[in-house]
């Protein structure tokens, strides 16, 4: 099974990077393709440059030439606009990155090789408001807001590829991610981290009511590694999974929980109730791939934080500009 060619896209990313990290070490063939620029600079994944494609994946001619030049088994698409509010400011480029970037890979690999195996990051956003109840894979995508609309969009595409065409895809519909690497300031745990590590005010852009699962990122790589060894071995060719967490809470409840294992309660935050376009509430039921997978959430929040905030203190320099 470790004879396997790995392609990555935004393996630049929270979940690419750490997803990268995994398999690299389990010595899969891995390859990461991601148009952030200048990233090799800073280069915590210490990854060599070959196996770096510096490139835009609505490319179709690179991706193809990709493919065949190395031979990619499989695709980890985890490559999107993800900021919420760039998704707002920029609805169109959302949708057309979110949704033609992944119908590029499905129709690339419909023509060139129907074995390859497309792993799609789809998202819990991607159900959209279902209020107190929690989601199930059969709950239908009803999204409302553009970044979750993108991900129920490029979802269905890869459900209607499998059904029709027999690709052989996985969709994993994880909760919020948080953990070492990620590069985005605009997200809760992280954003939070930075401020406090910066001696800044936190902003908080909703009311702080809004609730949402968190899961550390190695639960989420493993969740994606057992769903590839699934698609590997089996013969169904469509696997849909949530992959949630015991912790859900809403954003102030999160910000206690952080400044007690930071020792400080005395931050300040500045509540800019200005995110009117959001999902109020989140939980998702994630059974199935406890049961189909054998797939168990292994890290505490306590010290999933812990790891998170001795990454970010290390990584400080990343944020100069913050
Ligand atoms: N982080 C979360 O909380 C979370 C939760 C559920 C689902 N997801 C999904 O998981 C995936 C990964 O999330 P993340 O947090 O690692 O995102 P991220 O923002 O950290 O990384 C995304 C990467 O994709 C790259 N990218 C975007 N468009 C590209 C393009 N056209 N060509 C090449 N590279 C491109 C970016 O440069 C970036 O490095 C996303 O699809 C996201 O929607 C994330």
Redesign the pocket.
């Known amino acids: 099974m470790k004879n396997k060619n790995i392609l990555i896209?935004?393996?630049?990313?929270?979940?690419?990077?750490?997803l990268y990290n995994f398999l690299h070490q389990k010595k899969y063939n891995v390859f990461i393709?991601?148009?952030?620029k200048n990233?090799l600079k800073k280069n915590y994944l210490k990854i060599k440059k070959e196996r770096v494609f510096q490139?835009?994946?609505?490319?179709k001619k690179l991706i193809k030439n990709i493919i065949l030049k190395k031979k990619i088994n499989i695709i980890f698409?985890?490559?999107?606009?993800?900021?919420v509010l760039d998704a707002l400011k920029d609805p169109e480029y959302t949708y057309y990155?979110?949704i033609n970037?992944t119908l590029n890979f499905l129709n690339i690999i419909n023509k060139i090789n129907k074995k390859i195996i497309f792993i799609?990051?789809?998202?819990?956003?991607a159900y959209g408001e279902v209020g107190k109840k929690s989601y199930r894979e059969e709950t239908c995508l009803n999204s409302t807001f553009p970044?979750d609309v993108s991900?129920s969009c490029a979802d269905l595409i890869c459900q209607s590829y499998a059904k029709t065409y027999n690709l052989k895809i996985g969709i994993?519909?994880?909760?919020?991610?948080?953990g070492p690497?990620?590069?985005?300031r605009n997200?809760l745990i992280n954003g939070f981290i930075i401020s406090v590590i910066k001696k800044k005010i936190f902003k908080i852009r909703s009311s702080g009511k809004l609730v949402r699962d968190y899961?550390y990122i190695d639960d989420?790589v493993n969740a994606y590694y057992l769903t590839m060894r699934s698609l590997i071995k089996s013969k169904k060719n469509l696997r849909i999974y949530n992959v949630g967490s015991k912790y859900n809470m809403n954003v102030f409840k999160m910000i206690k929980t952080i400044s007690k294992i930071i020792n400080k309660d005395n931050i300040k935050i500045k509540i800019l109730n200005s995110s009117k376009n959001e999902i109020l509430s989140q939980k998702l039921n994630y059974k199935k791939i406890c049961k189909e997978l054998n797939w168990k959430q292994t890290v505490n929040l306590e010290n999933g934080l812990k790891k998170t905030l001795s990454w970010y203190k290390s990584h400080i320099n990343f944020f100069k500009d913050y």
């Open positions: 896209t935004g393996g630049f990313g929270l979940l690419g990077s750490n393709l991601d148009k952030k990233f490139g835009d994946y609505l490319d698409h985890t490559g999107a606009v993800t900021q990155n979110n970037g799609y990051s789809s998202s819990d956003k970044y991900k994993l519909r994880c909760a919020n991610l948080y690497g990620d590069l985005n997200r899961l989420a």
